[in-house]
């Protein structure tokens, strides 16, 4: 109910910003929409451009733009979910088949690009210097990110700081750019363009934290993805991270060697030994941090339906573990 109450606050404009995006996927090439119809409505949350809608009228926003910039970061999002599925070789998301998986590696690729494109196109129609800044270089830093990622792939020696600039590249990067430019957009002055800049930012790690728990604790019904699935592919997050630097060498190795072959074969002894060290406690407890820091810019924006749904989102970042 916490999250309905969230989307009920800008419901006349997130449709608005639905019909907009569908409207702006139109392409002379058939499987150019194909392909992109079927990302865009997988059934993700729009959260990055929910972030929009709420940032820049919790700012005192009260034109049109901000649907358009809102749709802006939804093809951004979707861009890079096309590319890191190819990347990852994943044939899951969110409950279905990726289209890379349907439809093969090279037509995602370049659905991906025909989505920066016409992001970038969109992004021109605002007519605001200083947001093309934020987006043009976020954009720049998710893809930093992802090759940051690629390049520790199987390597059980990255370091938690590491980490923790791996996921802000990658994941928290486009939530700070959504609020961020929503602050822009109203013409929010320096202190709340930088409150509403650093909430994204730390709401974005919160989100990206979970996300690392539920690989270890969630399921494939709730999530859109098996547990294990970071594992599998080889990836060190924050859990193993802590599990590693708080066990025994031999449960140490057991993890490491899980880390350099990939797959899924020691998942049950890793699932123990993950448990038991209280790492996912402890990457909890870094999500709640940073949630509980994103709540706290908050604290000088008036009052407002929009910033009551800011607060709200930061509750139900870390509420999706039981």
Known sequence: ???????????????????????RLSSDVPLVEKIAHYIIESGGKRLRPLLVLLSSQAAGYSGSNHLKLAAVIEFLHTATLLHDDVVDTSDMRRGRS??????????????GDFLYARAFEMMVELESLAIMNVLSHATAVIAEGEVMQLMNVKNPDLTEDDYMTVIHNKTAMLFEAASHTGALLAGADDAQEQMLRDYGKHLGLAFQLVDDVLDYRGDADTMGKNVGDDLAEGKTTLPLIHAMANSGDDERQVIRQAIRKGGLDDLTRILEIVDRSGALDYTMARARAEATRAAECLADLPASDHKRALTLLTEVAVARVS
């Open 1 to 23: 109910m916490t999250t309905q109450r969230i989307y009920d606050t800008v419901a006349e404009d997130f449709s608005r910003v639905n019909d907009l995006i569908i409207q």
């Open 98 to 111: 990726t289209a890379n998986a349907r439809w093969g590696n090279a037509p995602s690729v370049l659905v």
